[in-house]
């Protein structure tokens, strides 16, 4: 009998890779939309996931206009001390109206005609307040100016020290990097690349064996869905998932690839102070990867506190 444990252990091992995983629970902890890019978003306790992702998430962005481009905080970033949401009943064409919150706490809507000028004082630089386009506008997503020394560039995005390497961007589907080249954002989108992210408890708990002084608030990383266990699973947990359907409430997703992070994880929001240690051990540790980006296979209804399995 002992032998036969064994071996059915041995199975299942083959199988799961671990034992372990058989007792594994996750379900939905957290669901987060973020009405304009780069800006503090809005807990939800339910969604219809599809194939955009969660409804109205990153249904706004600032253009900056001395490049006449979409940025978000990797760029300019006060973006993170401001806050919006959306406002019920309004039309903006492809989205509601926003409110803002700036950073002095004062608020401005979207249908003022003061809203460009309150965030250019607020954020230091002329920019405007931008609802999504259609895709078929594709110079309102493109890059205006490319840099001059792209690598310098991508290395200042990525908060990276001398000698530390770039972010493997190999695991980027090539249609994906191709588009990300040539506009600020896929087009028809203000995502950084792909409707949904993914984070887990776990993922934050090993970060923080990492480095272990840091604030590891969930606002740094800006998951669309930030997945709970039972508070033993170690390790990147979510990255294990990548090339493996997810079932999450009625949804399905298919996880694509791991989610390079950029300075934005550094910067100071709020009550965080900025903390380049969390990059420093993301470097060192984690190949700079932290959450994972996905595609919505089958939408589908998500509430908080649904089991997620994995295919």
Known sequence: MKNEGKLSCARLFRRTKGCHMSSQHFTVKEIWRYPVKSMQGE?????????????LDR????????TQTIVGAKKIGDLLNCAARYIEGSNAGAVPHVEITLPDGHTVRSDDDKVHAALSDALGQDVTLWPLQPADNKEHYRTKHAPEDMEAEMRAIFALEPGEPLPDFSAFPPDVLGELMEFATPVGTYFDA????????ASLRHLQTLT??????????????????SGDTVGLEEAKWVGRPVTIGNAKIDAVMECPRCIMTTRAQGDLPRDASIMRAMVAHTAQNLSIYCNISKPGRVTEGDAITLG
């Open 43 to 55: 807990r939800l306790s339910q969604t219809v996931l599809t194939a955009g992702g969660v409804p």
């Open 59 to 66: 249904g706004w962005a600032v253009r900056d206009e001395a």
């Open 194 to 201: 792909f409707p949904l992210d993914i984070l887990t408890e």
């Open 212 to 229: 272990p002084d840091s604030n590891l608030d969930i606002r740094r990383f800006r998951p669309n869905i930030v997945v709970g266990d």
